[in-house]
C-alpha cells in the first residue's frame, strides 16, 4: 500500500489515547505498528493511566508515553469546561487518536491541545471529533484488534465505513501478519528466570503453567475457583514436572490461595506479588497457560504460549488470544455473551456448563504433548 505523501506531510506530531483495560491495551499493540508504518517520520506518543502505561514500555512504535492523571468530581467538569476555551487555538499535535469510545477519551486529546480527533462516532462525542468513523454493525463484532485498525483505513479512505478485509489492510501495510507486540528488556527477563530459579523452579526442567483464575472486570467473566482448584490438582498428580505459577491482582489474593493451598511446592501464589512489567516478564516463561477472558490471557498470547481459556459471558470471536495455539472452552446459553460484571439472570450458566473433567483433559493433552517436546 502507498500511503499518500500529503498525509504522511502533515501529521508529525500524533497523540494515542489508549484503552483503560490491560487485554485491550494489548490489543492495541498491532495498531501501533501500523500506525508507525504509515506514519514513519511522526512523533508518536501514547496517552494512558499509570496502571496501563507499562504495557508500551519498550515498544519501538512509540516514541513516549504520556501518563494520564484523571480529575473526578467537579474537578473533572472544570477541567473539561476550560479544555474549550484554553486549548481551541493551541495545537500542540496534529492528530489526537481515541482508541477509547467515551466522551472522557476524547476530552483528553482536547485537553492535550490535538488540531484533529480521530475516534469512532459513539458516546455522544461527535461533536468533539473532527475525523467521525461510524460505528457499525459488521465492525461491532471483529476481533479487537481490527476494531482499532479500522480507524485507520476509514482515516486513510474517507469514503469508507469499515475495511472489507482488515487482515489484507494490515499485512499490505506491514509486510507481516497481526501479532500482539509485548517488549522485554534483557533485564527483565533475566529477572524472571532468577526469580522463578529462587522458587525452585527451572525452565528446562520443569513445566510452567500459567493460570489467571480472576478477572478485574467482574465475576461474570471468571470460572469458579473450586474448579480450577480442583482441576490443578488433578494436572498435579499426573504431571509431576508440573510447577504451576497463579496470577492476579492484590485483590484476588484469595482467590490464589484457595487454589494453592494443598498443592505445597508445586503451586505458587503470585497474587498482587508482581508489577505489571514483572507479570508480563513471568508469563513470558510460561510453557502453558490456563485463564479466563483476561488481561493476561492476551499477555500469554503475544509470547506465543499455547492458551486454553474459559470463556462465559464475553464474545469470544472478538478478544480471542490471538497466538499460534489456543483452545476456547465455552458452553453457548441463550443469555451469553451478556457482557455484564455480574451474572443477571444469577445462574451463571454458562460457567457453570464448563466442568472440571473437560478442562482437565483439554489441559492434560497440551501437556503431555510439550512433555514429550521438553524430553
Known amino acids: 500500500m502507498t500511503i499518500k505523501e500529503d498525509i504522511r506531510l502533515n501529521y508529525k506530531k500524533i497523540l494515542v ?3 483503560n483495560w490491560l487485554g485491550d491495551a494489548v490489543m492495541s ?9 504509515i506514519f514513519p517520520e511522526a512523533f508518536i506518543e501514547v496517552m494512558a493511566l499509570a496502571y496501563i502505561a507499562p504495557v508500551f514500555e519498550n515498544n519501538p512504535h512509540i516514541d513516549s508515553i504520556k501518563i494520564l492523571k484523571r ?13 474549550f476555551v484554553s486549548r481551541r487555538d493551541k495545537n500542540e499535535y496534529d492528530l489526537g487518536i481515541s482508541l477509547p469510545n467515551s466522551i472522557g477519551a476524547a476530552l483528553d486529546l482536547k485537553r492535550a491541545g490535538c488540531r484533529e480527533i480521530l475516534g469512532y462516532d459513539r458516546g455522544w462525542r461527535g461533536f468533539l471529533l473532527n475525523r467521525r468513523v461510524k460505528f457499525t454493525k459488521e465492525i461491532f ?10 480507524l485507520l483505513g476509514c482515516f486513510m479512505n474517507k469514503n469508507i465505513d469499515i475495511i472489507e478485509k482488515p487482515r489484507d489492510f494490515y499485512f499490505d501495510i506491514t509486510r507481516c501478519e497481526p501479532a500482539y507486540e509485548l ?16 522458587m525452585g523452579i527451572l525452565a528446562d526442567r520443569d513445566i510452567i503453567l500459567g493460570v489467571n483464575p480472576g478477572a478485574f472486570f467482574g465475576s461474570a467473566k471468571r470460572w469458579f475457583t473450586d474448579r480450577y482448584k480442583k ?5 498435579s498428580a499426573k504431571f509431576p514436572r508440573l510447577k504451576i505459577l497463579v496470577f492476579g491482582s492484590e485483590k484476588e489474593n484469595g482467590i490464589g490461595a484457595a487454589i494453592c493451598s494443598g498443592l505445597d511446592k ?12 514483572e507479570l508480563i516478564a513471568l508469563v513470558s516463561k510460561c510453557r502453558l497457560f490456563l485463564t479466563n477472558d483476561s488481561g493476561a490471557m492476551h499477555i500469554a498470547a503475544a509470547f506465543n504460549v499455547p492458551i486454553v481459556a474459559v470463556f462465559g459471558s464475553t464474545d469470544h470471536r472478538s478478544t480471542y488470544p490471538l497466538c499460534e495455539k489456543y483452545s476456547i472452552m465455552r458452553k453457548p446459553v441463550d443469555c451469553s455473551p451478556c457482557k455484564r460484571r455480574e451474572c443477571p439472570v444469577k445462574h451463571h450458566l454458562c460457567m457453570e456448563n464448563i466442568s472440571v473433567e473437560e478442562v482437565a483433559a483439554r489441559m492434560s493433552s497440551e501437556i503431555e504433548r510439550i512433555d514429550l517436546c521438553q524430553k
Open 17 to 19: 489515547r489508549s484503552t
Open 29 to 37: 499493540t498491532p495498531f501501533f505498528k501500523a500506525l508507525d508504518e
Open 71 to 83: 480529575d473526578r468530581g467537579f474537578k473533572a467538569l472544570c477541567a473539561n469546561v476550560i479544555s
Open 141 to 150: 463484532h471483529v476481533h479487537e484488534i481490527y476494531y482499532y485498525l479500522n
Open 183 to 198: 517488549f522485554l528488556s534483557e533485564d527483565e527477563s533475566l529477572g524472571a528466570k532468577k526469580r522463578l530459579e529462587k
Open 231 to 235: 482441576t490443578l490438582e488433578i494436572l
Open 266 to 277: 508445586a503451586a505458587f501464589n503470585m497474587c498482587g506479588a508482581t508489577d505489571i512489567r
